[in-house]
């Protein structure tokens, strides 16, 4: 018998306190450092899935996508000239508090058994009746990035070429051993080609032993990004090449080439091919998910 799944979007109440809002304060210290502090409120870009129980009208599974709770973002950053490089070095730290996070247990074990609802959710929506809930977590994130402009007579005698490197990390103070963040749900890719069904109980997604059918979210993760880009033609033309590797082993490089027919009407095409190494499940989070497929735009 095939399970029917109805999938339903969890989004904010219509009302004046859903509306987001930010404040932000810029100002130059010491002459040369460019800093920024702010705060703001808005809506997680992440949909977090959810398992909501059997609808008790239609018998269905019901799958909601949390993206309806407003978060906490706090930040600074500042940029400055560094003259032994002979470039501009730019740092950034932000703190998204209340992001919901992602484990089996809450998210989907939650929605299948009720014992379970009233343990890790505290309470049930009805009685003896299942309903999953999600973490609450702290995210940090935050880049390192250094910009600098150079010259190639060789290959460009008339511009110089544009260098914008980044060191972009995500970290999750909230992970401990007993409360192990997956990514969004994300089943492994072995456990597809198995044909297995993901099992939101198993020990291994929560702190225990054994594995786990869904895609670890590491408490430090990372990506190096590097993009480099020159004008020709009195900057009708620009061709750039951009670079950005993974701790998980995943790489992706694009070429891309604008031409500027007029100021009005801008042509570009870009390339993008991802690949990963190691194992079939390494690499397959963010944009190691789209690995099997390469990209040819044109705008």
Same mark, same amino acid.
């Given at each position: ?14 009302? *004046? ?196 059918? $869904? ?7 990372? *990506? ?29 490089? $694009? ?34 998910? *789209? ?9």
């Amino acid at each position: 018998m095939e399970v029917q799944i109805e999938v339903a979007q969890i989004e904010p109440a219509w009302k *004046f306190g859903n509306s987001r809002w930010g404040v932000r304060l810029q100002t130059v210290i010491a002459d040369e450092f460019t800093t920024s502090v702010w705060f703001y409120k808005t809506f997680p870009t992440e949909p977090v899935p959810l398992l909501l129980g059997v609808s008790p009208q239609t018998g269905r599974v019901v799958t909601g996508v949390q993206t309806g709770r407003l978060i906490n973002v706090a930040g600074i950053a500042s940029s400055f000239f560094f003259e032994p490089i002979n470039s501009v070095v730019r740092s950034e730290v932000e703190v998204f508090n209340n992001t919901p996070g992602f484990r089996p247990i809450t998210n989907l074990q939650a929605g299948l058994d009720p014992a379970v609802s009233a343990q890790v959710c505290g309470s049930v929506a009805t009685p003896g009746q299942a309903h999953a809930c999600f973490d609450k977590i702290n995210v940090v994130r935050g880049e390192l990035g250094v910009d600098r402009a150079f010259f190639l007579p060789l290959v460009n005698p008339a511009n110089s070429f544009i260098w914008v490197s980044a060191f972009v990390f995500n970290w999750l103070p909230d992970e401990t051993k007993y409360k192990d963040y997956r990514a969004a749900g994300i089943i492994k890719p072995s456990v597809l080609i198995s044909g297995q069904t993901p099992n939101p109980a198993a020990p291994g997604c929560d702190g225990g032993p054994g594995p786990c059918d $869904f895609i670890n979210r590491s408490k430090f993760e990372f *990506f190096v990004q590097s993009h480099v880009q020159t004008d020709y033609l009195h900057g009708q033309l620009t061709p750039a090449v951009t670079a950005v590797v993974n701790n998980r082993g995943a790489m992706t490089i $694009f070429p891309e080439l604008t031409y500027r027919i007029t100021d009005s009407f801008i042509f570009n095409t870009r390339y993008i091919n991802i690949h990963t190494f190691g194992s079939e499940n390494n690499g397959f989070i963010d944009l190691g998910v *789209f690995r099997d497929r390469d990209e040819i735009w044109f705008r």
